[in-house]
Nanobody, 124 residues
Framework: QVQLVESGGGLVQAGGSLRLSCAASGRTLSVYSMGWFRQAPGKEREFVATIDRSGGRETYADSVKGRFTISRDNAKNTVSLQMNSLKPEDTAVYYC?????????????????WGQGTQVTVSS
C-alpha cells in the first residue's frame, strides 16, 4: 500500500511558476513509475506527465511540453512537477499517481494509487 500526498498548489498569475511535490509513504516509490494528472471544473481528469522508475524517461502531454518538468528523488520518496509559464487553462486540481507500468503511463486506469490532489489556480 502506498499513500501519496501532494503539496505546492496555490494561486499564481499567468506567466508565473509553481512547483508541486508528491510525497509517498508506506512503500518505496522506486518500484513505481509516477505520473501527474489534472482535472479542471466540469472536465475529465487528463494526463499531464509521467516518469519511469529510474527517472530516465519522461513523457508529457502536448499542452505542457516545454513548460512543465517532472522529476523524482527516489532517496527522498518524492516526485515533483515544475510548472513554468503558467496559463489560465492550466487551472485544475493536480493529482499524482503511482503505476507498475515500467515506462510510466498516460492511461489513468493503469494507476494503482492516487493522492488527494492539490489546487492550482492561474489568474489572467
Amino acid at each position: 500500500q502506498v499513500q501519496l500526498v501532494e503539496s505546492g498548489g496555490g494561486l499564481v498569475q499567468a506567466g508565473g511558476s509553481l512547483r508541486l511535490s508528491c510525497a509517498a509513504s508506506g512503500r518505496t516509490l522506486s518500484v513505481y513509475s509516477m505520473g501527474w494528472f489534472r482535472q479542471a471544473p466540469g472536465k475529465e481528469r487528463e494526463f499531464v506527465a509521467t516518469i519511469d522508475r529510474s527517472g530516465g524517461r519522461e513523457t508529457y502531454a502536448d499542452s505542457v511540453k516545454g513548460r512543465f518538468t517532472i522529476s523524482r528523488d527516489n532517496a527522498k520518496n518524492t516526485v515533483s512537477l515544475q510548472m513554468n509559464s503558467l496559463k489560465p487553462e492550466d487551472t485544475a486540481v493536480y493529482y499524482c499517481g503511482a503505476t507498475r507500468q515500467g515506462y510510466g503511463s498516460r492511461r489513468e486506469y493503469e494507476y494503482d494509487y492516487w493522492g488527494q490532489g492539490t489546487q492550482v489556480t492561474v489568474s489572467s
